[in-house]
């Protein structure tokens, strides 16, 4: 299987911030830049792998500086590592205040996807090829997060050993 650059992956999209976006604080709704980042990360998952993809995990989403009405938001995602089916996949989330054109770094998230074949079955994935400084660090550092990955979703298995179904009125 040919492997692919960060490159091949990379989506890049700006929008407005309007007032139905923004929560009493008069910042973006978490959960609205939340949905934004699965779904920009979505295409780049499956512009790597070529092949319907599932979210298997947010990692994680760091929430770094508020993002306002008075700024444009650009997404920008791509495959940062492979494992056989599933990706990494990094969203860096840069506010720019249209006044005055300062940009600066809002938030970033990372997300784990799964290829998937014509039967629903994991597939196997490109390997990745990182090029820039930013790319290289993300690639180099991937495998530390994997396992943590690994093992946060062993806990998490084990602790729904201990929820219940069952309905609270019950």
């Not at 319907?52 to 920008?76: G, Q, Y």
């Not at 969203?91 to 074949?117: H, M, W, Y």
């Not at 396992?147 to 201990?162: D, G, V």
Request: hydrophobic share 30%; with cysteine; charged share 30%.
């Amino acid at each position: 299987m040919e492997e692919k650059t960060c490159n091949e992956s990379r989506v890049v999209r700006t929008s407005r911030v309007f007032p139905t976006d923004v929560n009493n604080h008069n910042t973006l709704f978490g959960g609205k830049l939340m949905s934004d980042v699965d779904n920009i990360a979505s295409i780049s998952a499956q512009r790597h792998s070529r092949t319907e993809c599932v979210t298997a995990s947010t990692d994680s989403v760091d929430f770094l500086s508020p993002i306002t009405p008075e700024d444009s938001v650009c997404f920008e995602s791509y495959v940062t590592w492979t494992g056989t089916s599933s990706m990494e996949v990094f969203v860096k989330i840069t506010a720019e205040n249209l006044k005055n054109g300062e940009r600066k770094i809002a938030a970033t998230a990372f997300l784990t996807f799964v290829a998937l074949d014509d039967n629903g079955k994991p597939t196997r994935v490109p390997k990745v090829i990182p090029e820039t400084e930013e790319e290289k660090k993300l690639h180099e550092t991937a495998r530390e997060r994997a396992e943590k990955r690994k093992l946060h979703r062993k806990s998490s298995k084990e602790l729904a050993n201990y929820l219940t179904t069952k309905k609270p009125w019950e």
